[in-house]
């Protein structure tokens, strides 16, 4: 016991508390301070800018004066309406091609891939570093007349059908919408599956054990279990889908016609062609209030399905 | 009976591997464009479009940069995403940082603003910068596609970060101070490493983005041409074989530094077992 008692160390010689931190209240702000500058100035800037634009009048040669011209919304709404209402079918029909198409293979790569996961992974991303544009020409030689898809879809008489939904015309498939709706699929699956395969890998593999376990056939658990607990990254690979699908024009430019104009194509033109800023501005925040009032609404449905 | 039974065993393997079967479908119809751009790129057209296969030359390989301005927008594209990923790297770092590591007053509006860029279609903010430089009587140029590109890199740079960050444990940070370790040290020592992945992962998805973008830059850029602008005006004027030599060695470069970047990684978690 004295022994013990002995070996305690003395308590004079311990060293002195730390002094609590003062300094550090600042840091924060001035960490944020250079990032969040710029995009007050090259984000938040320009859309005050745009929406002072947008209900200007005037003439290239006299200048622009902000009027409080608000009509420009009404004839810009009146003019181009089927072109917002096309944006919004084929960024749709895009969003759900591109849901069914990815599912799967985000499937595959969390739950059935192996070893084979990060090499898949890899040539999801890989096509990335191939400049877009170059992917979206090489559709031009994939659905070019009378080649290999016109002719399988022909054959397989869905050509027909596409036809009869008005997505097709006759023999083509290029410079239709059904091309459009292809090259749009294509362009943001990524985006889709990324965020599906992060929500699917997070699914702890024993609840698949248990819902067997359980006497669930194979599809009763992805409908119980699975889905809804991947609702997360369906809610955001479908936005980040939607979202630029709906602004995109590059699409609709090299695989359309001029009978497939969308939004984007409009507000292009617009603004670097015919250089009518008012119109173009008030096209863009009609598109930006229409995609957050779309948006917005949606995360509140799914976002009251997931709670129940 | 005894005849169908192999087609039973057939639709039973079908049954069980039907997931499989559609993922590796969707892999195809991701992959076949680049497929088609490898194989054009070993094509001989006949008329300024290379939509149609003639006939097989690796002249296109043999001379890269054989397409007058095709090498030079190149090289500007790959500069503008050097320094947009240089500086949507630091300033997103840095947002990132401060938004896991420090409670403080306006956070839920710099989240906001960190999150609108992402939300927002492409055209909308092209054309809201286009406005802003017009309004400032700025030349359009350089400089004003980088400042757009930071602009769109820094949202998902911040998201990179943050991501990795938030999964660190800030345990191991006290338990450097307890060793005595200054400020200074610890971050340069401990914080930084720990972070690197996400911020490399960041800097890859900015270097990415800034280098494929068209449309931001379309509307920004002036008379400036970068690369994907060089596409873009090849597709009204007639593409040059060459554009599918430079993507197709974009998509092997890719693939090559991925593994090579795995077989390290594999490598050096061996090494610290």
Sequence with gaps: MTTLTKAAPPEADEPPARPPRRRGRLVPYWLLLPGILWLLVFFALPLIYQASTSVQTGSLEEGYKVTWHFATYWDALGDYWPQFLRSVIYAGAATVLCLLLGYPLAYLIAFRAGRWRNLILVLVIAPFFTSFLIRTLAWKTILADGGPVVGALNSLHLLDVTNWLGATDGDRVLATPLAVVCGLTYNFLPFMILPLYTSLERIDGRLHEAAGDLYARPFTTFRKVTFPLSMPGVVSGTLLTFIPAAGDYVNADLLGSTDTRMVGNVIQTQFLRILDYPTAAALSFILMAAILLMVTFYIRKSGTEDLV | ?273
């Excluded at chain 2, 039907?18 to 892999?27: E, S």
């Excluded at chain 2, 390989?61 to 090289?75: E, H, N, Q, R, T």
């Excluded at chain 2, 492409?122 to 910068?129: H, K, R």
């Excluded at chain 2, 992945?197 to 494929?212: M, N, R, T, V, Y």
């Design chain 2, 1 to 273: 009976m005894a005849a169908l039974a192999p087609f039973s065993t057939f639709f039973r393997w079908l049954r069980r591997n039907l997931v499989v079967i559609a993922g590796l479908l969707t892999l195809g119809y991701l992959l076949l464009p680049n497929v088609v751009v490898t194989v054009f790129s070993f094509n001989k057209p006949k008329g300024r479009f290379n939509y149609s296969w003639q006939e097989f030359s690796t002249d296109a390989w043999k001379d890269p940069c054989g397409v007058a301005d095709m090498c030079g927008s190149l090289s500007l594209s790959l500069q503008i995403a050097f320094w947009a990923t240089l500086g949507a790297t630091v300033l997103g770092t840095m947002i990132a940082f401060a938004l896991v590591r420090y409670r403080f007053r306006a956070r839920g509006a710099v989240s906001s603003l960190i999150f609108l860029p992402m939300a927002m279609p492409e055209v909308v903010m092209a054309a809201s910068l286009l406005t802003l430089f017009l309004n400032m009587g700025a030349q359009l140029g350089f400089w004003t596609v980088l400042i757009a590109h930071i602009m769109f890199c820094l949202s998902f740079v911040v998201t990179a970060v943050k991501a990795r960050v938030m999964s660190m444990d800030p345990r191991l940070e006290q338990a450097a101070q307890d060793l005595y370790a200054g400020p200074v040290q610890t971050f340069l020592r401990v914080t930084l490493p720990i972070a690197a992945p996400g911020i490399a992962a960041g800097a890859l998805l900015a270097f990415a983005l800034s280098f494929d973008d068209f449309i931001i830059t379309n509307f920004n850029a002036g008379s400036t041409v970068t690369f994907p602008m060089f596409v873009w005006g090849s597709a009204q004027r007639g593409t040059p074989v060459q554009i599918n030599v430079i993507g197709t060695a974009m998509f092997l470069i890719a693939v090559l530094l991925v593994v090579a970047g795995m077989v390290v990684g594999k490598r050096r978690a061996k090494k610290s077992l």
